[in-house]
């Protein structure tokens, strides 16, 4: 089995960014710690360009991990409460991992 890497990309209505940041702060990160089949969870924002854009990157041990989550339908965002008002578009990319390596591992 291979792990499987879920990259959501949200844009954010212009003035919005705050609040979301607060929603994946105050519900996203502790869902994340407790996410059975969850390997790494990653937030993120574009450091150049529109500061609306924020990406969340995950990492599930594998589609079943994902589907237990998601549903069947696992091609779809997990909109968490409040989330779709504070977005204005998203995108959201499956791929299978190669390899993996943590910096200082060899």
Do not use: C, K, N
């Amino acid at each position: 089995m291979s792990l499987i890497v879920r990259v959501y990309r949200a844009r954010v209505r212009p003035g919005r960014e705050a609040d979301y940041v607060a929603l994946l702060e105050g519900q996203v990160l502790p869902a994340a710690h407790t996410t059975d089949g969850l390997a790494a969870f990653h937030i993120a924002r574009r450091l150049d360009g529109p500061t609306t854009e924020f990406l969340i990157i995950t990492v599930w041990r594998d589609r079943a991990a994902v589907e237990a989550v998601a549903g069947r339908d696992w091609h779809q965002p997990i909109f968490f409460t409040g989330e779709e008002t504070l977005i204005e578009g998203f995108s959201i990319e499956h791929f299978e991992a190669i390899g993996t390596s943590a910096p200082g591992s060899g």
